[in-house]
Structure formats: structure tokens, C-alpha cells
């Protein structure tokens, strides 16, 4: 659990995936869109680390995603954040993007 708080407060955004996960691979496409440049940690080959973001709240476990060291959600809080336009504040505020 502490190795996910370290990685996950080194980047303004991070997202824990997997390479086999379409909403991984939507999620990551949506910050690139955006402008940020999220730190990615791929979890394919480490059952540690997955068990590690149930423990800290993360259900679904994949995608996670941490915006300014927080725990923000998974991929249906993050396009709901989205689509209510709160999404690119956030990452602003983290200084994730720069507008």
C-alpha cells in the first residue's frame, strides 16, 4: 500500500493500468487529449500491486486514477468528471495542464 502512495504522489496525474484494459487505454487517450501527461504504471505482472489499490478504496481496481497524490476514481468517476467539466480543473489545479 505505501509503494502506491509513493508512486501515486511522485506525478501530478498517475494512472495504475493494464495493457489488456480497454478503459485503460480510453482513460490514458482522454489525459493525452487534455494536455496532461499522466504517470503510467502498468500492473499486468504484479498481484501486489492490485491488491494494494483494493485495499486503499479502488473498486474496480483498474483503471486507477490519482490526480494530485488523491485517489479520483476509476474510469466511470473520471468521465463523469468529464462530462461535468470538473476533469480539467482538477488536473489545472494539480498543475497536471497548464491554461
Known amino acids: 500500500m505505501d509503494r502506491v502512495k509513493s508512486l501515486a504522489s511522485k506525478s501530478a496525474a498517475v494512472i495504475f493500468t493494464k495493457s489488456t484494459c480497454c478503459m485503460s ?3 490514458k487517450a482522454l489525459f493525452y487529449e487534455l494536455g496532461a501527461s499522466p504517470a503510467i504504471h502498468e500492473v499486468d505482472h504484479d498481484a501486489d500491486m492490485e491488491w494494494a489499490l483494493r485495499r486503499l478504496g479502488c473498486n474496480p ?3 486507477a486514477v490519482f490526480i494530485g497524490g488523491k485517489y479520483i476514481g476509476s474510469a466511470k468517476d473520471i468521465i463523469s468528471l468529464h462530462v461535468d467539466g470538473s476533469l480539467k480543473q482538477k488536473l489545472i489545479e494539480a498543475q497536471a495542464i497548464w491554461f
Open 61 to 63: 481496481a483498474i483503471p
Open 25 to 27: 487505454h480510453s482513460i
